[in-house]
């Protein structure tokens, strides 16, 4: 499968898109706090990546990597266009955030480890990545909710971490990355990366006044781990990356990106920019 890079048209105006375009304002400051943790982790993922990338000698697994690197790029764009309209919305705290996590990533996570575990930590938040994103193309009760212009970024963009999850993990391997440290590097990624999310949407749930008000969150947490309990459906895929054999491409989603493909571009009207 081609790996495309998509310059889409999208755009966020504050004056028609509402405060809680994710149906509640616990799930709006859940998504938003994701999307703060984007564009510099995408950074981070993609030069990760180019470490390697002149080593690798399929020609295949090169055109991979340039499509992942090309549909990373479009999504920080994107996600920087809509945190402005988090900034418009009276997240004031949002560029602070993001300074926050760039100091990490360059000045903690760059100097301590070496560039073949930078690329594993990048193969562990590429696994979430797609979980989750396999399940907002699955599950029409969670993208339902969102506002239609918001639904279109985040569709187009799980769209993408899926048609790309298996090419940071192909990189590791052809650079001779072994099992010890992929599964080690993922303990350490899951404990930081659920720190550093609960702490940027606790952030914003204070923003919005609601963090000392359990029945506005409530509602969403249940949602999240009993019923339906959207997180708790992802752990047998989060288990699956340590079984020693795996990857990315076992579970095949071939069919469901076909109709998400449909559902974004024919029916969804997703415009691109560009013929591309
Ligand atoms: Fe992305
Ligand atoms: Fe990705």
Not at 97 to 120: G, H, T, Y
Not at 258 to 273: A, C, H, K, M, V
Request: proline share 4%; hydrophobic share 40%.
């Amino acid at each position: 499968m081609e790996i495309t890079r998509r310059d889409v048209a999208l755009d966020f105006d504050p004056t028609t898109v509402p405060k809680d375009w994710a149906g509640d304002t616990y799930m709006t400051t859940y998504l938003g706090a994701l999307s703060l943790l984007f564009p510099e982790g995408e950074n981070f993922f993609v030069s990760s990546v180019k470490h390697y990338r002149a080593g690798i000698t399929s020609p295949e697994l090169q055109r991979d990597v340039a499509g992942f690197i090309g549909q990373e790029a479009m999504h920080g764009r994107e996600h920087r266009q809509f945190n402005d309209l988090l900034v418009a919305h009276g997240h004031t705290e949002a560029p602070i955030i993001e300074a926050r996590l760039r100091w990490f990533l360059n000045r903690v996570v760059k100097k301590v480890l070496s560039p073949k575990s930078q690329l594993a930590v990048t193969c562990a938040l590429e696994h979430f990545t797609a979980m989750l994103a396999e399940q907002l193309l699955r599950d029409d009760r969670l993208r339902n909710e969102l506002h239609p212009t918001v639904r279109a970024l985040w569709m187009w963009h799980a769209l993408e971490e899926v048609e790309h999850k298996a090419v940071a993990f192909d990189v590791y391997r052809s650079a001779g990355g072994g099992y010890a440290r992929r599964v080690a590097i993922m303990l350490l990624t899951s404990v930081v990366f659920f720190t550093v999310q609960s702490m940027t949407h606790r952030r914003l749930m204070a923003r919005r006044k609601i963090q000392w008000k359990p029945w506005r969150w409530v509602r969403g947490m249940t949602r999240q781990w009993i019923w339906p309990g959207f997180n708790l459906r992802l752990i047998p895929s989060y288990l699956a990356y340590f079984r020693p054999g795996f990857h990315p491409g076992d579970h095949d989603a071939g069919e469901l990106l076909d109709r998400s493909r449909d559902q974004l571009f024919t029916t969804g009207g997703l415009r691109l920019r560009s013929g591309t």
